[in-house]
Every structure is written in structure tokens, then in C-alpha cells.
């Protein structure tokens, strides 16, 4: 049983982990450990430790005669306002008199095999193979019911956990805040990694040392977005990539979130994770439910790479799904980077047989298909622009058919442009607040999605567009951020509606390869990925500065997931281009493909490019479904290197970013290999004990940038 309850104490236990907590006299679910795995089912009811010493300013739990705790000290699993915890609460809520205090007692606990779905909500999914326990608390005087969900997947090493709130009562309540996770740890020896960033710069990875009071990373613009990512990861002081311990926190929600490290006056720190309480007030009348979304979470006590292991699996295997989670993804080219908006259909056809003299896959159509797009802004007219493509997207499909290429198509369905016909018909269609300015960015509004015949019109005319050609992948982007929301629930209300459509229709599709996109990365998250199992990383493809938007997204998210593609790159070289070996190295250590004009190559660079596609085909199975290692850091040095590892062979990308005179060769120390194998490297036998605890001898390069892929073949016997 992976969920073992013993008197008053929850256990959770997976492979190598195990979460304990008590019911504490009745009233406070306390935390007791996280980390590695207890072998015996040892009592630990003797936590939380009672002691008398006085505390300033502390509310006091009387147990008995003699005995009493503080709020402060007790570890907490759920939290509410009122009631002397002042640190930040699990839930808050507003209730009919005007009072924002809450009491929860507990009613009861139940244990389930398998994981429910969230209603309406993207979330990680059993096969069999995750057991949950379900815990209520309830409001004494109003009947709201808290019902956490706790769900563990046993052989991942990995903690689901979310809240149900039913109004059992009769009267409204307005929630203010209703997070999905509190965790309050022992100490505050620890640092606050988290994912930070822009456009063009997504995912940058940012250490903070915990403190006294509150660090909170958060999301106000309606979307996950470039600037932050909904993770962070706790991490013993002198963690590092391959010691220590970490804990990591993943919101799979793709709207506003915050995360907090709070280190309180008493020496522990708190950890809370949810939906954004700024600007956040959602009303529970009678009858009614409100489901916040799952945070996952992983502990690991072989750093940062044994928790991006953990993530990679279960993202990889439990959270993305449909046909294209276990297959191979096909090599693509994408006009946008080569033609942008202004492009003919002939010339689209040449890129097109371009990729295929390649041996590419799949060609993607890019922005400006549609509507007037290449003169004004079209977003909403979604029928083909037949001035540019006479034949249709029909044409276009049949064409590239015709080369044994599949066909894709970029589509930004949430938005739409002043200048469209469906402005022009429905100028109420979009988010705005009565009486105020639509601010646009990029010429562009965001439909509102949280009414139902918008939601209706955008699903039926995807589906319709979708429909009219051969269409194996979609693009789906999304340019812009949420400004004047009318109501405080319209952001998680917009989040919502968004599944709602693309649980539609992805589900009409399920044949279709869906990525992911807003203007690059800025909605890199678990929950998006639920639905379509890839995103374009980065409109960044320099790859010097790539290495670390890559590196970065590693952190949480697995390279399958990540699409990377090699874009503008310099011309017109002499032989050999360093350049280009390098974009194509950094492309390949993620989800490759071709994004440009190929007629600007030379002869010599088609055949480079060329050669680089017969190689990533060789390793793909590796690089998309293998283990992933970051061993040397972009953020660190001039030195970058990443390892893919499966049962038949290890890949070693190595990168230098900056020319070296003089300098010492590298050592680089493999992981997870068989330390009884033999591995062939370029005409050479290693052992894999060897090349783990000695290292593979990488020399150092004369040029500017440089980067290699070193395969290493696991021999049989
Ligand atoms: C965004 C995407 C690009 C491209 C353009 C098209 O910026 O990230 O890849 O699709 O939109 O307008």
C-alpha cells in the first residue's frame, strides 16, 4: 500500500520517498517529514513536540491543564485565516456577515486506488498506478467543506496535491485566496530556485537564499507567462545539481499563480502554492464547488538532476497524452523565421522541398494564412487569405503531401484584431471593462473565453479550419496578455474556458500533433502541456543564448517537450560553418527542427544541415524518451554540457561559448550508465564505470563557439 495510515499519522510512500502527517488533537493537520523513504513503519506520533517556554505575541493551543503549543511552531499542512496562524493561510475566504475568519475542524479521511480528475482542470492521470487520500475539514459555523487531495505515484517518487471547497452550507461565501498547497518545513536553511525571465529570455534560473518574511514569485498578466514560471524549487543550502536535497513545487495551471517561501520569526519556513490571490474573488453560493489546481510535487536527495529526473518522467508519461506521448516527433520546417508574414505560395513551396532534400518531416505554415493578415490584422476571420494561396490549405497540404512531408499550421485562436470582421460583428467578444480603454498590444484583444457562445464560435471554427486540409500538427499561439479584466473571477474564469476549448479540441483531433507557443515561451507550463505535448521554447534561436532558455526550461520540463529550432543563422561562410554546427547541436538536445529561408545556404551548408538531420534521427528515441543530465552550466560558465541516456546509448552534447587559449581539456563525468558495460565512442571502448567516475576527455577548440555531440553505444555482453 503506498498510503498507510497509522492512528492518527498519513503516510504516503513511494519507491524512494515517503510524506508523513498527523491529525494533531483533532484540529491541525501537522506536518512531519519529507524525504527519503522509510523503510519501517515506525510511530512518530510523538510529534509535534509539546514544550512550555513563552512565546511574544503568540496565540496559544491549550492542550490540557499543563500543557499548551504555539501557532507558530506547529507545521501545517492546511491553514486558514483567524485563529493566530499568521502566516500565510491555505484558504481565505469572505463569508455573508462580512467576516474573513474561518474554523475548520476535521470530519474524516478515505482512501481511493487511482487519481480522480479534476473537474475541468489539466492534471497528472493514473494508469493503475497511484493511489489518493482524501482528507475533510469543515467550516463549524458556515458548512464549507475542505476536501485535500493527496495522490501518490508510487513507483515515480511523486506528491499530487489540490483542495476541493464545497459549500455545504446556506449562505454565499467569497473566496479570497485558495491555494493548492501549504508544506511548512523545518529551518530555513535553504534557497529559493525559480524560472524567471522575458521575452526571449524565458526561464532563467534564479537563486535566492530563504530569510526571514515572505519571497513570492507570481504571474498577474491572466497567463502563466515569459517573466516567471509556476515552479520553484526548495533546496538545502549546499545543494547542487547532483547532491543535496530539493524539493520541488509545480502548479499545472496556466493562468495567474503564486508561489512563497516565508521564513517566519520562529525559524521554519513555509512553502504555498496556488492560484494568485491578487485580484482574485470567487463566489460559492450553496450547492456549489470550487476545485484549485494540483500542485506536483517532488523531493529529491541527488539535487537538481535527480528532481528533474522525477519531473521528466511523470510530465513525460502522466501528464502529456493521446498518441503523440509515446511517439517519436517528427523533424519539421517552419517558414516563420525564413519569410515572416510575406511569403508566396511558391515560395513556400521551395522551403517545402528544401526541408525534404533535408529529409525533414513535416512542414509548418507559419502566421499569415489567413483573412487579410499580411495587410491588417485578421485574428478572428479564420478562412484562408485566397489571394495568397488561390488553391487553399488544400493546396498547400496536397503539395507537401506529394513530397511524403506531412503538413502543420500555425492558428491563434484566443485573440482578435480590431480590424477583423469578427471585431466588426461582435465588438463585445473581447476581455474589456465597460467604459475604459481596450489596450492593445501586438493590435491585438483576447477573446473573452469565459462566455459560453464565444468559447462555442472559437471551437467551431478551428474545428471547420482544421478540417478543410490534411493536417497533422497545429501551432497554437498566443501573443498577448490579459489587461482589463471586468471581474475579479474573469482571469480564472478565461483559464478554464481556455480548457474548456482545448479539451474540445484536441479531443476531435486526437490523430493531430498540438504545440504549444506564446510569442516563444511565455506559457511553458504543466498545464498547457496537458493538452498538447510540446512548446516552442524560445523565439530566441541564437544559440549561444539558447543554451540557457534550454538549460533552464530543463529544470521542470523534459526535452520532448521543448521544441528547438534551427533559425537565422550566418551565411555565405567558406566550407565548414561553425555557426551553424552550433545552432544544430543546441536544436538538437531538444525537439528538433529547421526554421528559415534554406535557399540562403550554400551547397557545402545543405549538406552540413543535411547530415545534421540524419543524425538527430539516429538519437531521437534517446534525446526524446531518455534520461536527461545537465552537467556543466551556461549560468555558470563558458562551458555547457547535457547527457541523454537510454538502455542502448548515452549522447553527450558538449558546448563552449567563448574561445580558450591555453586552457585545460575537460573531464566530463557521465551519469546513469551501466558501470558493467562497455560503451564504442568514435572507434574507442569505455567502460561505463569509467567514463562515469574518470570521464569522457573533451579537447578543448580554437574557435569562437564549438559544440559536439559525442555518441556512445552500449555494447551487448
Ligand atoms: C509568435 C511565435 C512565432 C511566430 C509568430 C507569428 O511570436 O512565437 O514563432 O509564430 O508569433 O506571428
Known amino acids: ?104 475542524t476535521y470530519e474524516g479521511y478515505r482512501i481511493m486506488d487511482g487519481k480522480p480528475q479534476l473537474k475541468g482542470l489539466p492534471s497528472t492521470y493514473d494508469e493503475g498506478d497511484a493511489q489518493t487520500l ?100 526548495l533546496a538545502e543550502t549546499n545543494a547542487t545539481e547532483n547532491g543535496g536535497d530539493v524539493y520541488g513545487f509545480s502548479l499545472v495551471y496556466s493562468g495567474n499563480f503564486a508561489a512563497s517561501a516565508e521564513g517566519n520569526s520562529c525559524g521554519g519556513t513555509r512553502v504555498t502554492m496556488g492560484i494568485n490571490p491578487f485580484n482574485f474573488e470567487y463566489p460559492l453560493s450553496p450547492g456549489e464547488q470550487f476545485q ?32 503523440y506521448r509515446d511517439a517519436e516527433r517528427p523533424m519539421l520546417i517552419n517558414n516563420w523565421e525564413g519569410t515572416g508574414t510575406h511569403f508566396t505560395k511558391e515560395k513556400l513551396a521551395e522551403i517545402a522541398r528544401g526541408g525534404k532534400a533535408l529529409g525533414l518531416e513535416l512542414f509548418v505554415l507559419d502566421d499569415g494564412w489567413f483573412g487579410k493578415r499580411n495587410i491588417a490584422g485578421s485574428l478572428g476571420d479564420w478562412y484562408v487569405n485566397r489571394d495568397l494561396l488561390p488553391d487553399g490549405l488544400e493546396g498547400i497540404a496536397n503539395e507537401t503531401k506529394a513530397l511524403d512531408m506531412k503538413f502543420g499550421l500555425w492558428i491563434e485562436p484566443e485573440m482578435i484584431s480590431p480590424e477583423s470582421e469578427l471585431y466588426r460583428a461582435h465588438p463585445d467578444w473581447c476581455i474589456h471593462a465597460e467604459g475604459r480603454n481596450r489596450t492593445l498590444c501586438r493590435d491585438q484583444l483576447v477573446l473573452d473565453l469565459t462566455r459560453a457562445e464565444v468559447r462555442d464560435y472559437v471551437v467551431d471554427v478551428i474545428c471547420k479550419v482544421i478540417r478543410s486540409a490534411d493536417i497533422s500538427y497545429i501551432k497554437w499561439d498566443c501573443n498577448r496578455n490579459i489587461t482589463e479584466t471586468a471581474s475579479m473571477r474573469q482571469t480564472h474564469d478565461f483559464v478554464m474556458g481556455l480548457y474548456d476549448i482545448l479539451d474540445r479540441i484536441t479531443g476531435a483531433f486526437p490523430e493531430i500533433l498540438f ?140 558546448y563552449q561559448t567563448e574561445k580558450e587559449s591555453n586552457g585545460a581539456e575537460r573531464k566530463i563525468k557521465l551519469s546513469g550508465l551501466d558501470p558493467n558495460a562497455n560503451y564504442r565512442c568514435r572507434d574507442r571502448v569505455y567502460s561505463g564505470e569509467a567514463l562515469m567516475k574518470v570521464g569522457l576527455r573533451v579537447p578543448l577548440q580554437r574557435y569562437e563557439y564549438f559544440a559536439d555531440c559525442y555518441v556512445m553505444e552500449k555494447l551487448e555482453g
Open 515 to 654: 504545440e504549444g507557443c506564446s510569442g516563444g515561451g511565455g506559457r511553458f507550463d504543466p498545464g498547457m502541456l496537458y493538452y498538447m505535448p510540446q512548446t516552442w521554447t524560445s523565439d530566441d534561436t541564437n544559440p549561444i543564448r539558447r543554451l540557457k532558455i534550454q538549460h533552464g526550461t530543463s529544470v521542470v520540463y523534459p526535452p520532448v517537450t521543448m521544441t528547438a529550432h534551427v533559425g537565422k543563422i550566418d551565411v555565405g561562410k567558406e566550407g565548414y560553418n561553425h555557426f551553424l554546427n552550433t545552432c544544430a547541436m543546441v536544436a538538437m538536445a531538444g525537439n528538433f527542427g529547421y526554421e528559415m529561408d534554406l535557399s540562403l545556404l550554400s551547397e557545402d551548408e545543405l549538406e552540413q544541415a543535411r547530415e545534421y538531420v540524419e543524425m538527430y534521427r539516429e538519437i531521437r528515441p534517446t534525446v526524446q524518451f531518455g534520461a536527461f543530465y545537465r552537467i556543466e552550466s551556461p549560468f555558470e560558465g563558458r562551458f555547457v554540457s547535457w547527457e541523454f541516456v537510454d538502455d542502448t546509448r548515452a549522447v553527450l552534447f558538449v
Open 292 to 323: 484549485t489546481p494540483e500542485v506536483v510535487m517532488v523531493y529529491s536527495d541527488t539535487g537538481l538532476n535527480g528532481m528533474s529526473n522525477r519531473y521528466h518522467r511523470i510530465y513525460r508519461e502522466r501528464l502529456c497524452k493521446g498518441i
Open 134 to 233: 482524501e482528507i475533510t475539514f469543515r467550516d463549524s459555523r458556515t458548512g464549507i467543506r475542505a476536501v485535500l487531495l493527496y495522490t501518490i505515484f508510487e513507483e515515480y517518487d511523486v506528491i499530487t496535491r489540490s483542495i476541493r471547497y464545497e459549500n455545504c452550507g446556506t449562505e454565499r461565501a467569497d473566496i479570497l485566496s485558495a491555494q493548492s498547497t501549504t508544506v511548512d518545513f523545518y529551518g530555513q536553511d535553504y534557497k529559493m530556485l525559480t524560472l524567471e525571465g522575458d521575452w526571449l529570455r524565458e526561464r532563467s534560473m534564479e537563486w535566492r537564499k530563504v530569510g526571514h518574511n515572505t519571497m513570492t514569485v507570481e504571474s498577474r498578466r491572466g497567463m502563466s507567462s515569459h517573466m516567471c514560471n509556476p515552479f520553484i524549487a
Open 1 to 104: 500500500m503506498a498510503i498507510q495510515v497509522q492512528g492518527t499519522q498519513f503516510h504516503l510512500k513511494g519507491k524512494h520517498v515517503s510524506y508523513i502527517f498527523s491529525l494533531y488533537k483533532e484540529r491541525f493537520l501537522t506536518h512531519i517529514y519529507w524525504g527519503k523513504r522509510f523503510e519501517s513503519d515506525c510511530d512518530l506520533s510523538y510529534f509535534p513536540d509539546e514544550f512550555i517556554y513563552s512565546r511574544a505575541n503568540a496565540v496559544h493551543v491549550r492542550l490540557d491543564e499543563t500543557n499548551h503549543m504555539f501557532m507558530s511552531d506547529l507545521q501545517l499542512e492546511f491553514s486558514v485565516f483567524g485563529g493566530g496562524d499568521y502566516r500565510l493561510p491555505t484558504f481565505h475566504a469572505r463569508y455573508a456577515d462580512g467576516s474573513t475568519v474561518s474554523e475548520f
